[in-house]
Nanobody, 128 residues
Framework: QVHLVESGGGSVPPGGSLKLSCTAS????????IGWFRQAPGKGLRGVAF????????FYEATVNGRFTISRDSAKNTIYLQMNSLKSEDTAIYYC?????????????????????WGQGTQVTVSS
């Protein structure tokens, strides 16, 4: 298992932006597929953005496509989720998850059960 740590959550008004970070120690995240999931109050966990081991291999859930951007900084061993034009419905606890790359995994088909390592979560609140 990989020990993941998220940061960057907070409270912003609608239309605002936040940038979440997900980092790990002791492993090179370049070899991992990373997913960002969120759990809104009273709802289940849903995947919102995924990145493969190449930076152009990304997938976004429909409600965040065009507003959220997932990216890697290999030098910092960190995955980011840039969230723009935030809406009240984006309010949730956000988790990053990691799974070692293998040829059977596709970022556009992954679900929570495909990931073996999870962070502790960071709260994002969008409210006026």
């Amino acid at each position: 298992q990989v020990h993941l740590v998220e940061s960057g959550g907070g409270s912003v008004p609608p239309g605002g932006s936040l940038k979440l970070s997900c980092t790990a120690s002791g492993v090179n995240l370049d070899h991992y597929i990373i997913g960002w999931f969120r759990q809104a109050p009273g709802k289940g966990l849903r995947g919102v953005a995924f990145i493969g081991t190449t930076d152009t291999n990304t997938f976004y859930e429909a409600t965040v496509n065009g507003r959220f951007t997932i990216s890697r900084d290999s030098a910092k061993n960190t995955i980011y989720l840039q969230m723009n034009s935030l809406k009240s419905e984006d309010t949730a606890i956000y988790y990053c998850a990691a799974e070692l790359e293998n040829e059977d995994l596709r970022v556009d088909e992954m679900s929570r059960s495909d990931f073996g390592s999870w962070g502790q979560g960071t709260q994002v609140t969008v409210s006026s």
